[in-house]
Each structure stands twice: as C-alpha cells, then as structure tokens.
C-alpha cells in the first residue's frame, strides 16, 4: 500500500535543540516537499527536492535544513535559528511534473517550549 | 502578500445543498489550480485540479470553475454530505519547468456540513 510515512506524529522539544522530522515515501515519486502549516494559515513551502542530492530552498526556508540521499527519503532539521519553529509540519511527494499534485503525508505536530 | 485567497474563513451548508467554495488569485503565471480537502490532524487530501486551457472540470460530486480573466476559481459540491464537512485548501502552481508542483495554498475554508 503505497504512501507517504511521517514520524512521529507528535513531538515536543526544548527550545534551542534542533530536531529532524522523518518523511519517507513508497510511491517511487521524484520530488519531495515540506510544507508548514500554522493556524488560520495556508501552507507555506520550506524546502523541495526535484531529484536525490540536490534540494531548493522554498519560501520560508530561514532556520531548517534538509537532505535528500535517497529517493525515498526527505528528512528536515529545524534547527535553533527557526524563530518560531512550533507548527504542523507536512511533507508531500509528487511525480515531479509541473502539473500533478501533491500527495501529502499525515503530518508532524512539533511543539517547542 | 498572498497570492492565493479564499476570503470567506468559513461555510455551513444543509445536507443535500450545494456547496461553493471560492479561490481568488493574483499571479498571472498560475496555469493549474487544485483543490485539496483535510481534515484536523491529517495530510490534506488531493480532490480535483484544473488547468488554465479549461474552465471546468467535473468529477462525480465535485466541479471546479475556473475564470481566467477574473483570476477566480471555485468549488461546487453537490450534493454536499456531513462527511464533506473539512477544511478545503485552494491551491495554485505556476507555468514553467521550475514549478515542479511548487504550490501555493490559499488560507482554507472550514465547510460544515448539517445533517
């Protein structure tokens, strides 16, 4: 059953520890996306890889970083510099072409105190 | 400055009704528009998409509008159902080989549904 896995569900951390998010995909998609997503907003686009080993910042990308060693795997640090790091975080996956959609994950609730 | 908007924060519809969700944007480039459903907790939900050569595009219950020269696009619902009842995201890409399913998301509409 293909699909995109993303763990784990809740995670709380102290402020000033950075901390990755796992994002794995079985539906041998190219690209990859992480999205945010705050109360009352819409999604916002961190980081996107096209392709494994080569990655693009997005529109909010200050303060997290990512990698992408293989296909199936996206993972993304918020790291210390996120001034505001507590959010919904959501990756996607998609066939890389210009119109196809996104196939979202379940998401991540990080929560920093 | 948002791109994407969905200016009405909320709907409550009546079982059996239809539903319009609306979607204004202000980017030009944009040439493929979706709609994506969610629920609290949850990734959001691929529903239908449009692109910019069409005006509409149907599938089962759900149709999108799409006017061009307005920059406006909806979703109808018909009938509407309690388990429609989600928050519904428009969403946006732009024309090029860069957008690589890059999209930009409006700020969602809670719809409610009332048996």
């Known amino acids: 059953d293909g699909g995109i896995t993303q763990s784990p569900k809740y995670l709380f951390r102290k402020e000033g520890q950075n901390v990755t998010l796992s994002c794995e995909q079985n539906?041998?998609?190219?690209?990859m996306y992480w999205y945010r997503q705050d109360p009352g907003q819409g999604l916002r686009l961190i980081y996107y890889?096209?392709?494994?080993?080569?990655?693009q910042k997005g529109d909010i990308a200050e303060g997290y970083s990512v990698s992408r060693e293989k296909k199936e795997s996206f993972p993304l640090t918020v790291t210390s510099a996120q001034k505001n790091p507590t959010a919904f975080y959501l990756c996607a996956s998609s066939i890389g072409e210009s119109d196809s959609p996104l196939h979202f994950g379940n998401g991540t609730r990080l929560t920093v105190t | 400055d948002q791109q994407v908007k969905q200016n009405s924060p909320s709907l409550s519809v009546q079982e059996g009704r239809i539903s319009i969700l609306n979607c204004d944007y202000t980017n030009s480039m944009f040439d493929y528009f979706l709609w994506y459903k969610k629920y609290p907790a949850e990734g959001p939900t691929f529903l239908i998409s449009?692109?910019?050569?069409?005006d509409k595009n149907e599938d089962g219950r759900f149709t999108v509008f799409l006017n061009k020269s307005a920059k406006h696009l909806s979703l109808h619902i018909v009938p509407s159902q309690p388990g429609d009842s989600a928050v519904y995201f428009c969403?946006?890409?732009?024309?090029?080989?860069?957008?690589?399913?890059?999209?930009?998301f409006g700020q969602g509409t809670i719809l409610t549904v009332h048996p």
């Open positions: 890889s096209q392709i494994v080993n080569d990655f």
């Open positions: 539906l041998n998609h190219d690209a």
């Open positions: 969403a946006a890409s732009g024309a090029g080989g860069t957008s690589y399913g890059k999209l930009t």
């Open positions: 449009i692109s910019s050569i069409k």
